[in-house]
């Protein structure tokens, strides 16, 4: 297993690396990604360090994915799109850093306008633009009671 002093996610949701954050709270993160592959994408992780989605608990794997179908909401209320993708890499197949095996979902919205496979193509984004496109998502973005943190 990942050493989580080394991870970038344990930093992110420590507070520890800079972020733009979406949505925080005790057992979940979500903040949008430095290299996105379209405007909008999130990464949504578990504050647990944990590599293998299969080895979360049913019910914390369940709060996970509730989150992320809000947040599928929220992006895609903020970010016009025409089709919407989830990701969760895990091994070293997938070509994930050593410091980045924390489980995290990828939301990434999807345009007509821009082909998946051109997405992928990653840049940097300014820090001040990612922050601007998080605080929209926020904005519209309703956990609701259902997902009152117990
Ligand atoms: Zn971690």
Excluded: W
Excluded at 10 to 16: E, Q, V
Excluded at 121 to 141: H, K, M, N
């Amino acid at each position: 297993m990942s050493n989580p002093d080394d991870c970038v996610f344990c930093a992110l949701y420590r507070g520890k690396a800079e972020s733009s954050t979406v949505f925080r709270n005790n057992r979940v993160m979500a903040a949008m990604t430095i290299q996105p592959t379209h405007v909008g994408h999130v990464l949504l992780f578990p504050a647990l360090h944990v590599e293998d989605f299969a080895l979360l608990d049913q019910e914390s794997l369940g709060y996970l994915f509730h989150v992320a179908g809000r947040l599928k909401a929220a992006v895609c209320a903020a970010i016009p799109c025409q089709g919407f993708q989830l990701l969760i890499n895990q091994g070293e197949g997938t070509r994930q850093r050593e410091n980045c095996r924390h489980l995290h979902v990828h939301l990434m919205p999807c345009s007509l306008n821009v082909p998946v496979e051109e997405g992928a193509r990653r840049a940097e984004v300014p820090r001040t633009q990612l922050d601007e496109i998080a605080q929209q998502i926020a904005r519209r973005l309703d956990v609701g009671a259902a997902f009152a943190v117990r």
